[in-house]
């Protein structure tokens, strides 16, 4: 699918001349050569972490409730959500009263990714898209708060998805960023200091 048609919920849902979030142009210029991903923490109408991983020009979204842990025992909810444009990754604002997830946005934390699932061939990475059509993506994420490998696994036939750290060096259950390091990576600000700047402008 096109970038183009792969963002028409995004735009269905959302009113430009209200939000100050993107358009979504799809500006080539904007592909990175290494993927990115992004973590914004959004206080809509339940607080939840929006994960988003580039592929094929658009951001695959889940909104993870509980946002990433460090641990690998714990399984966290991520419940997909319509592709976002590339743009969105360095979005950070108050989306106003009345538009579809009203609340504040902060880019909690963001990097590179690297696809590590292996095929059945035991040595080839498989595309990242063929992971996301079967429900299992492997990645690994190097971030400025989460870094190492992490499974994204779908349950069933629904959109619901399951974010699990796997087993590696970066694995560190004593750490838990979503509660030490709540700070936005590009402002330093917390999700709070965001909605009261939000209030000053208005
Ligand atoms: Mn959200």
């Not at 400025?144 to 998805?161: E, V």
């Not at 970066?170 to 999700?191: H, L, M």
Request: proline share 6%.
């Amino acid at each position: 699918m096109s970038a183009k048609k792969d963002l028409k919920t995004y735009k269905q849902k959302r009113d430009f001349a209200k939000t100050p979030e993107p358009k979504g142009v799809g500006k080539k210029k904007l592909l990175s050569k290494i993927p990115q991903f992004v973590i914004q923490k959004h206080d809509a109408t339940r607080l939840h972490y929006d994960f988003r991983i580039e592929m094929n020009g658009v951001l695959k979204s889940w909104a993870i409730p509980k946002g990433p842990s460090l641990d690998p025992k714990d399984k966290r909810l991520a419940i997909e959500t319509e592709d976002h444009p590339l743009e969105y990754g360095s979005f950070e604002g108050v989306i106003p009263e009345g538009e579809y997830g009203a609340g504040p946005v902060i880019v909690w934390d963001r990097g590179h990714f690297a696809n590590i699932k292996i095929g059945k061939d035991g040595n080839k990475v498989e595309s990242l898209e063929a992971c996301y059509h079967k429900g299992h993506i492997r990645l690994w994420l190097e971030g400025q708060k989460i870094k190492g490998g992490y499974d994204l696994i779908r349950t069933g036939d629904s959109n619901h998805w399951l974010l699990v750290k796997e087993q590696d060096e970066e694995a560190d259950p004593s750490r838990n960023p979503v509660v030490t390091e709540p700070q936005s990576v590009i402002t330093g600000k917390t999700i709070e200091e965001m909605m009261e700047d939000g209030r000053d402008e208005e």
